[in-house]
């Protein structure tokens, strides 16, 4: 991914993965996810347990939502389906991300008042 890219990335309170799921199987898809999870992880563990949103897109396209919901299966997490050409699912996606990032500032908020850890 480049060591610049990630060092920016660091810096973020919530990573959005997007994947291409109109072509392939889930099982690729699968494959795909984790080989991009093995390079944060590789580049450093804190940015690998970052909280992340799995987003599936090309939902206009036939089979895109089968194949995004039987990731979510193998993945054992939720993954929002979207379409960048016709915007469906982005306002779901966009309310999610914010909902995220509200908790997130509000965890580092109290974490920050109740001083540094023994």
């Known amino acids: 991914l480049g060591h ?3 060092r920016h990335v660091e ?15 889930a099982e ?6 984790d080989v991009i999870v093995g390079e ?3 580049f450093s563990v804190e940015l690998a347990n970052k909280p992340r949103i799995l987003v599936a897109n090309k939902s206009d396209v036939p089979g895109t939502l089968e194949r995004a919901q039987e990731l979510g299966k193998l993945l054992g997490q939720p993954v929002h389906v979207i379409s960048g050409v016709t915007g469906s699912g982005l306002k779901e996606l966009l309310w999610t991300v914010y909902q995220r990032v509200t ?7 109290a974490r920050e008042a109740a001083g540094p850890s023994p």
Not at 28 to 33: A, N, Q, T, V, Y
């Open 28 to 33: 690729s898809l699968k494959r795909d996810h």
């Open 11 to 25: 810096r973020t309170r919530l990573l959005v993965h997007l994947i291409d799921a109109s072509e392939g199987d």
């Open 4 to 6: 610049q890219f990630l």
């Open 103 to 109: 908790e997130a500032r509000k965890a580092e908020s």
């Open 40 to 42: 944060l992880s590789a």
